[in-house]
Nanobody, 119 residues
Framework: QVQLVESGGGLVQAGGSLRLSCAASGRTFGINAIGWFRQAPGKEREFVAAITYSSSSTWYADSVKGRFTISRDYAKNTVYLQMNSLKPDDTAVYYC????????????WGQGTQVTVST
């Protein structure tokens, strides 16, 4: 199996930046894509961004396009989410998850990291 650990969350002022990391370990050769999701209190989980683990094809939610950038360091088995121009509405617990090759569902999740954007 794959283990995912998020880090980099914290408290930041509106307009500031954070970089989240998702470190993968275990059977990383089985990863097809890693995605970032977020969930604010009382709200449904929301897709943020995703990247294929080998080819670096990317996808973004409309709400973060132009502000967030997803990237990966294959050698380090780590995916990053660079978040710029942060807004209070970005406040949420951010999770990374992976899909297995040939299976387009996110069935392996990290523990989450809290991002809080203050006004």
């Amino acid at each position: 199996q794959v283990q995912l650990v998020e880090s980099g969350g914290g408290l930041v002022q509106a307009g500031g930046s954070l970089r989240l990391s998702c470190a993968a370990s275990g059977r990383t050769f089985g990863i097809n894509a890693i995605g970032w999701f977020r969930q604010a209190p009382g709200k449904e989980r929301e897709f943020v961004a995703a990247i294929t683990y080998s080819s670096s094809s990317t996808w973004y939610a409309d709400s973060v396009k132009g502000r967030f950038t997803i990237s990966r360091d294959y050698a380090k088995n780590t995916v990053y989410l660079q978040m710029n121009s942060l807004k209070p509405d970005d406040t949420a617990v951010y999770y990374c998850a992976c899909t297995r090759e040939g299976i387009p569902t996110y069935d392996n999740w990290g523990q989450g990291t809290q991002v809080t954007v203050s006004t």
